[in-house]
């Protein structure tokens, strides 16, 4: 549970460094060519980003934190669970609603990864990536525990 839990810290922390990237580029790009649009007029004076590091920097370290974190989710949920799983209900994987989101997490931080290393995905298109991730993450605690019934979650208890 501390693994998955470290995961989702990572992910947290790894989300505000991608959206924060993503306003921080199109602040850069506005101070060099001058502001086009409301957004990067307003983004272009707002005085505490020039705090922030840099896009690149805040992508590059996102990047490094998802990758721990990657791993932290695939030892915390994906293998352990599964040993958890095999000894709690006889087997490994039961196709259970909150099994199948976590591994699609596991499948859209891996894609992430691999466009990120192998395909050259950077700047925004790595960071939408990883944001993606974040909200398959929000639809697993906030929905499938909740909406969907199974092993895992708290649907159908009463109210």
């Given at each position: 549970?501390?693994?998955?839990?470290?995961?989702?810290?990572?992910?947290?922390?790894?989300?505000?460094?991608?959206?924060?990237?993503?306003?921080?580029?199109?602040?850069?790009?506005?101070?060099?060519?001058?502001?086009?649009?409301?957004?990067?007029?307003?983004?272009?004076?707002?005085?505490?980003?020039?705090?922030?590091?840099?896009?690149?920097?805040?992508?590059?370290?996102?990047?490094?934190?998802?990758?721990?974190?990657?791993?932290?989710?695939t030892l915390g949920p994906m293998i352990t669970g599964a040993i958890?799983?095999?000894?709690?209900?006889?087997?490994?994987?039961?196709?259970?609603?909150?099994?199948?989101?976590?591994?699609?997490?596991?499948v859209v931080y891996a894609g992430y990864l691999h466009a990120r290393?192998?395909?050259?995905?950077?700047?925004?298109?790595?960071?939408?990536?990883?944001?993606?991730?974040?909200?398959?993450?929000?639809?697993?605690?906030?929905?499938?525990?909740?909406?969907?019934?199974?092993?895992?979650?708290?649907?159908?208890?009463?109210?």
């Open positions: 549970m501390s693994l998955a839990a470290s995961a989702i810290g990572l992910f947290v922390l790894t989300f505000a460094m991608n959206v924060l990237q993503l306003v921080q580029a199109r602040r850069e790009k506005a101070l060099a060519q001058g502001p086009s649009g409301w957004f990067e007029r307003t983004v272009s004076r707002w005085q505490f980003m020039h705090l922030v590091p840099k896009a690149f920097s805040l992508e590059s370290w996102a990047y490094r934190l998802n990758a721990v974190g990657f791993v932290f989710w958890w799983a095999q000894q709690s209900w006889g087997r490994y994987w039961g196709w259970d609603p909150k099994e199948v989101w976590t591994f699609v997490i596991w290393a192998t395909r050259g995905w950077t700047g925004n298109r790595a960071a939408w990536l990883s944001i993606i991730g974040f909200i398959c993450i929000i639809i697993n605690y906030a929905v499938v525990n909740v909406y969907f019934p199974g092993l895992h979650s708290y649907a159908g208890l009463p109210e």
